[in-house]
């Protein structure tokens, strides 16, 4: 019963403060909520003779209904690069090598053989050296080097 009285209270008071909060920003920035700024009625109302001075009032105001031209925003001279993102490996190389490891060795060598070598020089020194060594030994000499180096 307690933890209702005191989620009522903390809803209430969390109404409280955003209805506080719009009105905060309402009188700060109307233009902000669509409400037509102050000025405009006043001059609906009146014409300006060739003086500038508004001494007559209009019988009706037409309304331009064209929005006001945008302003385009301005162009930065110095354009930031975007930071560059490093991801890194996620993958579970010991779980694979287990894989591997639990395989016959023919087998696994000619899975690996279709691995690139990226991927081989990750999994190979998580496997035991007298299997990873029979596994290397079945592969062509070049690419057997370059997944030692």
Known sequence: MKTAIVLGIGSFMSLLFIVGLFFALMSSDPAMFGAPPENTAAADTLTADSTGHADQPVAEAAHDTTPPAVKPAPVPDKVEPKPVVVQRDTTDWKSKAKLFEAMDVTTASN?????????VRQIIPHIKKRN??????????GRAARIIR
């Not at 990873?132 to 000499?141: E, M, N, Q, Y």
Request: hydrophobic share 55%.
């Open 111 to 119: 899975i690996l053989q279709t691995m690139n070598d990226a991927e």
């Open 132 to 141: 990873a060594a029979k596994i290397l030994a079945s592969f062509d000499p």
